[in-house]
């Protein structure tokens, strides 16, 4: 995702739902509501992709805890940097999960 301009309207209108991207299952929200908005599209699909580690994560610590459980604090730093930068207003390339999410079609 490279860096992109938002227009001033997409970035206020798309505010309360790129933050909310980050948060869990809530990521779905914004895909669903706000599919036009660009800025959100960009914050919701990196929490789609966030999400869905905290998953498999979670699904695979069950069988070797002490070596994924450490994985959930980087992606709870991501989604934390996520909502900050969608907070201010801006657009994140999250490391490894922003070149997974540019491959989501919505």
Known sequence: MPETNFSKADVLDGKMYAVLAYLSIFCIVPLIIKKNNAFVLSHGRQGLVIFVAEVATLVISIVLPWAFRPFL???FGFSLWGMVM???????ELPVIA????????
């Open 99 to 106: 070149s997974i999410a540019e491959k989501i079609t919505i």
């Open 86 to 92: 969608a907070i201010r207003g801006q657009s994140v």
């Open 73 to 75: 604090f980087v992606l």
